[in-house]
C-alpha cells in the first residue's frame, strides 16, 4: 500500500507537465498522449494498448536480469493519465497482464480500488490468460471486441479490414523507422492512422517495437520523450 501512495504521489507531480497531441479520426477529436495513450474526451474514455502488466516479475522469476522498475512506471503513467484527463472509462485494447498469476496483478488491483467509480474494461488478447475471476474481482468488464461508433475496438488489427466502423487495435507495438541527415538511424514507438484501421503503441515499459510501413496518406506520429511528433 506504501509503494501505491507513493505512485499517487509521483503522478500527482507530474500531472499537467505534458501535453497531448490533439487529432480528429473518422470526424471524432481524439488526444494522443506521450505515455502511449489515446483520449476521447467527448466520451471521456482513455484508450490503452498491450500494458504487458507482471512481465517484469514473469522474466525474473525465470532468472532473466530485467529491471524491477518497468511494472512500477506502468502503474506511475497510468495514475498520471488518468488523474489528468479525467477519463470515466479505461478501456485496455489487450494484453493487459503478460502471462499468469504473479503480485503485480494485486498491485493493479489496488490502482483500481483507488478509481473505485471509474469503469475500467478489457477487450481481450492473447496474453490475456488469467482465470475470468481475477478479471472479475477487480470489477474488470470482459470484451472480445467493443463497438464504440464510429469505432470498432479490437486487440488484434482486423487483417484487410474494409469496415464501415473505424477499426482501433494494438497487439502490433507499432515503430517508425526514422533516418537522420548524417544516416543516423533509429525506431521510436509510434501512433499510426491508416484510412480504416489505427495502431496504438504499446504502452508498457517493457515492450519491443515492430516497424511499420505506412502507405501513402497514413498518418504517424512518433513519441520523443515526453513530446508528440508527426512525421
Not at 195 to 203: D, E, I, M, T, V
Amino acid at each position: 500500500m506504501f509503494r501505491f501512495r507513493a505512485l499517487c504521489y509521483l503522478a500527482g507531480l507530474m500531472k499537467n507537465r505534458i501535453q497531448p497531441v490533439s487529432f480528429t479520426i473518422a470526424n471524432e477529436l481524439l488526444q494522443l498522449w506521450p505515455q502511449r495513450a489515446l483520449f476521447w474526451p467527448a466520451k471521456e474514455i482513455l484508450l490503452l494498448a498491450d500494458l504487458h502488466l507482471g512481465k517484469i516479475n514473469h522474466f525474473r522469476k525465470s532468472g532473466v536480469p530485467v529491471p524491477a522498475k518497468a511494472d512500477a512506471k506502468n502503474l506511475e503513467q497510468l495514475l498520471e493519465l488518468i488523474q489528468t484527463t479525467q477519463a470515466k472509462r479505461i478501456i485496455f485494447l489487450g494484453d493487459l497482464f503478460h502471462s499468469h498469476y504473479n503480485d503485480a496483478w494485486e498491485e493493479f488491483g489496488q490502482l483500481i480500488k483507488h478509481f473505485s467509480e471509474h469503469q475500467f474494461e478489457l477487450v481481450l488478447g492473447n496474453h490475456d490468460i488469467l482465470g475470468k475471476h481475477q478479471y472479475e474481482k477487480h470489477g474488470i468488464v470482459l470484451h472480445e471486441t467493443l463497438v464504440l461508433e464510429p469505432f470498432l475496438l479490437t486487440h488484434h488489427p482486423i487483417e484487410n479490414y474494409e469496415g464501415d466502423l473505424y477499426n482501433i487495435a494494438g497487439h502490433i507495438h507499432p515503430g517508425a523507422h526514422l533516418v537522420g541527415k548524417g544516416k543516423q538511424k533509429l525506431t521510436l514507438p509510434c501512433f499510426y492512422f491508416g484510412s480504416k484501421q489505427s495502431l496504438l503503441p504499446a504502452f508498457g515499459a517493457f515492450t519491443g517495437l515492430a516497424r511499420i510501413a505506412p502507405k501513402e496518406n497514413d498518418q504517424v506520429f512518433v513519441i520523443v520523450e515526453n513530446k508528440i511528433l508527426k512525421v
